[in-house]
């Protein structure tokens, strides 16, 4: 979906345990630069490739990938995306977030249990390579190396200006991004849109729920027309009085 010149959003399709998800990373772009913000899950490069076609953008020229967070959901392709580049491509995270990145540490949210939980949620009927292939993957996440360190308030002055925004909580190290020129708030996993409304995240799946609320309150500075979530897609209601609804709750 493009909103405006320069910024478009995503709808990756993923079938990877039985079910469909959708996920929203979203691309920048200007005359120079064309910044990808996450990269879904591991095997989704085809369905990049042909999302930024679409959107009259050649895959070619991607210059730059910002990571909002750790999970798996969000790195899932950048390895493959990154060797399939024909040129460097700068990755920025911030500094919490990129020994999980690069592999240095484990997902926080990979655990013996939690790995156990996601195979007791396949369905009965998905065969044992498959199911050992997805344990297998969980146990060894994708992983790539950072280049470049944000934080919280560090501009890229690429395609109009791109803003980190520090949204911790939902992980230690979260990082939401504003998009000047289109007054568009890329917020990750900091929030989410059901039914057209914009929520904060689930707690069920925030590593720090007090933090991520406490968080949200760093959004207020900006002058946000749009959101992009991750999950759900876009938001273009009143964005400021909503996130007060939300902080009030």
Request: contains cysteine; charged residues 25%.
């Amino acid at each position: 979906m493009i909103m405006k010149k320069g910024i478009h959003m995503l709808e990756i399709s993923n079938n990877s345990t039985g079910t469909v998800n959708v996920i929203h990373p979203t691309i920048i772009w200007d005359d120079k630069d064309l910044i990808l913000v996450d990269t879904g899950y591991p095997g989704n490069l085809n369905e990049f490739r042909d999302g930024i076609e679409k959107a009259g953008v050649s895959f070619e020229r991607l210059t730059k990938i910002l990571i909002t967070h750790q999970d798996i959901d969000h790195i899932g392709s950048l390895p493959t995306i990154l060797e399939e580049s024909p040129k460097k491509i700068d990755v920025y995270a911030s500094a919490i977030e990129k020994p999980f990145i690069q592999g240095e540490k484990m997902i926080l949210r990979i655990t013996p249990e939690s790995i156990e939980k996601a195979l007791e949620s396949l369905p009965p009927e998905v065969p044992e390579d498959f199911r050992r292939a997805f344990k297998f993957r969980l146990e060894n996440p994708p992983k790539a190396k950072v280049d470049h360190v944000i934080e919280g308030g560090h501009e890229l002055p690429n395609c109009g200006g791109v803003i980190a925004i520090d949204t911790a909580g939902h992980t230690p190290g979260h990082l939401s991004f504003y998009h000047k020129a289109s007054k568009t708030l890329i917020a990750g996993d900091a929030l989410i849109v059901k039914e057209g409304q914009l929520y904060q995240a689930d707690p069920k799946y925030t590593l720090d729920n007090e933090t991520a609320m406490k968080s949200l309150e760093n959004l207020l500075h900006y002058d946000i027309e749009k959101v992009i979530c991750y999950h759900g897609g876009l938001f273009a209601g009143n964005v400021h009085e909503r996130l007060l609804e939300i902080l009030k709750a």
